[in-house]
């Protein structure tokens, strides 16, 4: 979930730069997000994702508020979500992790920290989804 087309475009660059398969769905703002996680469980037939890209700073709702959405979905809370940020402050890291995202970053730079971000993404994707403790 990202507004910035240049931000996209390094990822599928960086992405590309490993080799292997994915497909990204791409949602502009956090109002499109949100709706995009209420109708997702609607949608069984639609393959899961193994993570969610999420930048902090969408127009119209903000990534925690996505995260908030995700993770109170059922069907998707167990997702592992990267949160990245322009500038991520020590206190938004903190409360993002907090909410249950697997990671948060700086956005990167360059080619070079954008594949190795996504080295990171591929790594997550790897793993077995999340586990929800029991509340």
């Not at 990671?103 to 591929?122: G, T, V, Y």
């Amino acid at each position: 979930m990202e507004d910035n087309p240049a931000d996209v475009h390094l990822l599928r660059l960086a992405l590309d730069q490993h080799g292997e398969e994915y497909r990204i769905d791409l949602l502009r703002d956090g109002e499109e997000a949100i709706r995009f996680v209420r109708e997702q469980r609607l949608l069984p037939a639609e393959p899961e994702p193994c993570v969610i890209i999420l930048d902090l700073h969408l127009p119209r709702h903000d990534g925690k508020a996505v995260l908030r959405a995700i993770k109170e979905e059922p069907t998707l809370a167990h997702i592992h979500v990267v949160a990245l940020s322009s500038l991520p402050s020590p206190s938004d890291e903190r409360e993002v992790l907090h909410m249950g995202a697997r990671l948060c970053k700086a956005k990167p730079m360059d080619l070079d920290e954008w594949q190795a971000l996504a080295a990171e993404i591929l790594a997550i994707c790897r793993e077995p989804a999340a586990t929800l403790e029991p509340a």
